[in-house]
């Protein structure tokens, strides 16, 4: 399989950090007898240290070999691993499998071969880089256990799931994971089969980057069968490798253990504590809570394709002579910087020759358009720009679909907080930016003044997923499903807080919100509005520590 130089130095097992690896199999190996996989073992730097701590347990080196089993893709990097094991002194004989885990994996699975260990660091690489047969073979491994793959799963999430099939019924399952898979919506059923086949998950992050060079937040997953007793999921976060090295690991107690929730939800929850937990799944549940969905629904901006053919500014404009054929649009979510935006936050935008002006040619054949408009789109294609994959696939490249306007913005990348911005322009947005559109009878204001309390933001936090460099993103789905209290929200005087934005008080804000909707509209003790604001404070601090 060939992979991505970025993806390369992830692939399973090739660049694993020496701790990490020690680490894993020291958790996992838990006595002298046990069968050990790695199923993408790369050179072997961590299959490697399974026979360093199977020798340990052993007290020798003779029989190891039997008890490991490697399986790698890539035959140079096979038999480097298998000549690491003999320069070891383990006799490695079959050890070493060359081949597709997946297809290994349903041979194995037929003929009931399982282990006590799984151990790893599965490639990271996206659904469409799959060879046709290994995409064929993958999705029938997570078919099997009932699970309905999309084309937007990473090659990790099928290498975990099998793994997890191959486990003996006390076995232990010790990985390198994205921390994707805390919270992307394509390892969602994926979250709920490990919170269904473990007794107890640990989740072992870093504050800091591990892996040199790669923007890519990982976590140790560490998964513990006990036959059928489900007990719980803890976090534990380090700062970096060095505390790792230090770290005492011989087992993991009880202790800071929480309930785990056998659905699809994202696992940032579980960087809470139990009573921050449970006070959120009872506030889900809470009948006086609407959903935004019940009040707006949430769209992307408009896709242009783009963005620097469609999206110009004044001056730009002015030299195409293309100024009947515009509309207002908003480019950055920065332009939005209270919770209104009026013609003149708009006339400031197109003053400053930033990019406010979005194209908008009529959906004619070229012949058929003025002379101004032929010039600009034979400009673009002599650029290549209609070659690319949102333009060429319109009937007509230079015209953008879905322009419509919005009742209100909302923040798709999310730095400190979210929040909805009314729209009192004919302005539309860039899909930088979700468009809001209220349903009958909404009330615009109350909305946008309640949409800025602590119980909305720490579920924006735990339903969102987070980037490396500190980003909050909220797809339309995840935005329709937060909880908004609106008891009270007619009461909250929308200039007040607009103003209060504007000046960049956040915190006062939520005093005076939290006050009229949390407390006084739900009736929740101030321990339990304060408890809310901490839940955001802790999680934004977290994201935002990644920056």
């Given amino acids: 399989m060939k ?95 060359v081949g597709d885990f997946f297809e290994r994996c349903k041979e194995m699975e037929a003929k009931g071969t399982r282990f006590d260990a799984v151990v790893g660091n599965p490639p990271f690489i996206r659904y469409q880089h799959f060879s046709e047969e290994q995409r064929k073979v993958a999705i029938q491994i997570m078919q099997s256990f009932g699970l309905r793959p999309n084309r937007l799963m990473n090659s990790w999430v099928p290498f975990l799931v099998g793994a997890t099939g191959l486990l003996s019924e006390h076995g232990r399952l010790a990985m390198v994971i994205p921390a994707e898979l805390l919270q992307v919506n394509y390892a969602a059923e994926a979250r709920r089969l490990l919170s269904d086949s473990y007794s107890r998950i640990t989740l072992m992050t870093f504050r800091q980057l591990v892996f040199e060079g790669i923007q890519q937040e990982v976590v140790l997953l560490l998964g513990e069968k006990n036959g059928s007793e489900r ?47 449970l006070l959120l799944r009872r506030l889900k549940r809470e009948p006086r809570v609407k959903r935004i969905a019940a009040l707006a629904e949430v ?112 923040l798709r990348q999310i730095h400190h907080y979210p929040k909805v911005i009314l729209n009192r322009t004919n302005a539309t947005c860039t899909d930088t930016i979700h468009r809001v559109r209220f349903h009958n009878g909404a009330s615009r204001e109350a909305f946008a003044a309640a949409f800025l309390n602590s119980m909305t933001f720490a579920f924006a936090e735990v339903m969102g997923r987070s980037y490396g460099g500190g980003v909050l993103e909220l797809e339309p789905r995840e935005a329709e499903d937060l909880p908004i209290p609106f008891d009270g929200a007619e009461q909250l005087d929308l200039k007040l807080i607009n103003a209060m934005i504007l000046a960049g008080d956040i915190e006062a804000v939520l005093n005076l919100t939290d006050s009229v909707l949390l407390q006084r509209g739900l009736g929740l003790p101030i321990e339990e509005t304060r408890m809310l604001r901490g839940i955001w404070e802790k999680l934004r601090d977290r994201r935002n520590g990644r920056r």
């Fill in 299 to 410: 769209e992307v901006g408009i896709v242009t394709g783009l963005n620097e053919f469609f999206v110009v500014n004044r001056d730009r404009l002015r030299e195409l002579e293309l100024t009947r054929h515009t509309l207002p649009i908003v480019s950055r979510s920065p332009q939005l910087a209270g919770i209104v935006y009026s013609k003149s936050d708009w006339e400031a935008s197109a003053e400053d020759n930033r990019p406010a002006f979005l194209l908008d040619l009529p959906n004619l054949p070229p012949e058929r358009l003025p002379a101004a408009a032929r010039r600009y789109i034979a400009e673009g294609e002599s650029k290549g720009f209609h070659e690319g994959y949102k333009c060429r696939i319109r009937d007509r490249w230079y015209v953008v679909p879905s322009i419509w306007t919005p009742h209100a913005f909302m």
């Fill in 231 to 277: 007990i719980g999921i803890r976090t534990i976060e380090l700062d970096g490798i060095e505390d790792l090295v230090a770290y005492e690991h011989s087992d993991f107690s009880s202790e800071g253990l929480k309930p785990i929730d056998h659905s699809t939800e994202k696992w940032t929850q579980y960087f809470l504590t139990t009573k921050e937990i």
């Fill in 3 to 97: 992979l991505a130089p970025t993806v390369q130095k992830l692939r399973g097992g090739y660049y694993t950090p020496q701790p990490i690896a020690r680490f894993l199999c020291e958790w996992a190996i838990r006595d002298h007898t046990a069968r050990v996989l790695e199923p993408s073992c790369g050179d072997g730097s961590v299959l490697l240290e399974a026979a360093n701590v199977l020798v340990e347990r052993r007290k020798s080196k003779a029989g190891v070999g039997d008890l490991l089993t490697g399986i790698e893709l890539d035959e140079k990097e096979a038999a480097s691993c298998l000549r690491r094991l003999q320069e070891r002194g383990i006799t490695a004989g079959g050890t070493i499998v």
